[in-house]
């Protein structure tokens, strides 16, 4: 499992890539970002106008009971594919 300290590295290691993910890459960075810090979704779903407030909300209820450590863990994985993939 991801501790804390390799969940706060990977957020900084993210910030080095050298291309920019794409959309579905980093929504699910995101969600599970979101999920691994905050636990399961909260708040209002965005409204129909917000397109981007609504994937990202969308994206992240899908996780919805995965447990903040295997969210942690698979925000990690994710990060360690994209920085082998996108030097």
Do not use: C, I
Request: avoid cysteine.
């Amino acid at each position: 499992m991801a501790d804390a300290a390799r969940f706060e590295q990977a957020q900084k290691d993210v910030k080095t890539l050298t291309r920019k993910p794409s959309n579905d890459d980093l929504l699910y960075l995101y969600s599970h970002f979101k999920q691994g810090s905050s636990g399961d979704v909260s708040g209002k779903r965005p409204g129909m106008l917000d397109m981007v407030g609504r994937a990202k909300y969308d994206a992240w209820a899908k996780l919805k009971g995965t447990s903040q450590d295997d969210a942690r863990q698979q925000y990690v994985d994710k990060v360690d594919a994209l920085l082998e993939s996108h030097k």
